[in-house]
């Protein structure tokens, strides 16, 4: 599927969001828990004796049945820094075992801590299985609210089902990390800023016996093309920063080994703008083809195998940067898993096998 963000940075116009702003998104109800028919009823025991560590650190050990409470559950967000995980595409609507399977290899062949999904799967209990596999890989889950690129109102029940699974579901509040309410929302202008902060409050009310934070994922550009009409009022209501860095479309791009500047800039805008908060790159990568829809604005950018592996290598090159940033440091997301999910962008080829040597720095 093509990503919305094809356009160039520096002279895209955003199109129709006076229209927009006159559509007034149905809000859900507060902080009740929603009921939906057929939503997960599994019964899971309750202990009272805490695991040892963090999650979710590497050599956590999953323990036997559900905690009684997040006390010392989470690992501190300072320890999050260098790679933490992949974007991981659902709109093929994976099976339970297909889910657990690539979990299983993030973690273990990969060292990853999190896997943070991208569009969406509207199958009747998707949303377990993606729990379900992340309590056996030992795995956090950056949930997401789908917006997608139709203009439609779809997203509102899969709002909806997120929320009565992630209440209904004893395990869900143990891994899922976060949700995201949309990925690109701004730039995509699927709600105007005003309301796209307000549907973000609302969310956080309903999780709020859950602690689960509500985050928008986003490039720099989203924000900034939006100043005028509330997006700061965005930054301020998420709870952690989920910035979207994509080089490759920048009108200076060429090399992936000459990006940093471009990703320096757009992380010393976040810092600036919002110098408390906590940030992950979330969608982040460096496709290896080029298609319709991942085109670059730049004649000099180069998109191959050679560039996606040295993109990788200089952020694994600036782990110490990474550790330092205000705010506890930056932790980055590899988008994404395989080129089955989105084309180009996979550390796996559609064969299966890795297109180049992957084992990026967890710490340093």
């Known amino acids: ?105 993030i973690r273990q062949t990969f060292n990853g801590r999190y896997v943070r999904l991208y569009g969406a799967c509207d199958r009747v209990g998707f949303y377990d299985d993606v729990i ?46 976060a949700v995201q309410f949309g990925s690109e929302p701004l730039f995509d202008s699927v709600l105007s800023p005003i309301n796209l902060a307000a549907q973000i409050t609302s969310a956080k009310v309903n999780l709020s016996s859950l602690s689960i934070p509500v985050i928008i994922s986003e490039l720099a550009y989203g924000y900034q093309a939006h100043l005028k009409d509330g997006s700061m009022e965005v930054l301020d209501v998420i709870d952690f920063i989920g910035a979207h860095m994509l080089p490759f479309f920048s009108a200076n791009a060429s090399q992936a080994k000459n990006a940093w500047p471009i990703v320096q800039t757009d992380i010393d805008w976040f810092v600036k703008s919002a110098p408390s908060k906590k940030i992950y790159l979330t969608q982040n990568g460096w496709p290896s083809t080029s298609y319709p829809g991942v085109m670059p604005n730049s004649r000099l950018a180069v998109s191959n195998v050679q560039n996606e592996q040295a993109y990788y290598t200089l952020l694994d090159e600036n782990c110490e940067y990474f550790k330092s940033v205000p705010g506890g440091g930056i932790g980055w997301f590899a988008h994404i898993y395989s080129d089955y999910q989105e084309p180009g962008y996979g550390i796996y080829g559609n064969d299966g096998l890795l297109k180049f040597p992957f084992s990026p720095k967890t710490s340093c």
């Open 1 to 105: 599927m093509p990503f919305s963000f094809a356009a160039s940075f520096l002279f895209l116009t955003v199109v129709g969001l006076v229209l927009l702003d006159s559509v007034i998104a149905r809000p859900f109800e507060g902080p009740q828990i929603i009921q939906i028919s057929g939503a997960s009823t599994n019964v899971v025991s309750i202990t009272s004796d805490p695991p040892s560590g963090c999650f979710p650190e590497l050599g956590f050990a999953m323990p036997s049945s559900v905690p009684s409470s997040l006390e010392d559950w989470w690992c501190s967000t300072d320890s999050e820094y260098g790679f933490v995980g992949f974007s991981y595409e659902v709109t093929s609507c994976q099976s339970a075992e297909k889910l657990k399977e690539e979990f299983l290899d």
């Open 132 to 177: 379900d596999a992340a309590w056996e890989a030992g795995v956090g889950v950056y949930a997401l609210v789908w917006f997608g690129f139709d203009n439609d109102d779809k997203w509102m029940t899969r709002r909806d089902t997120l929320l009565a699974t992630l209440h209904s579901n004893p395990k869900a509040q143990f891994v899922t990390r």
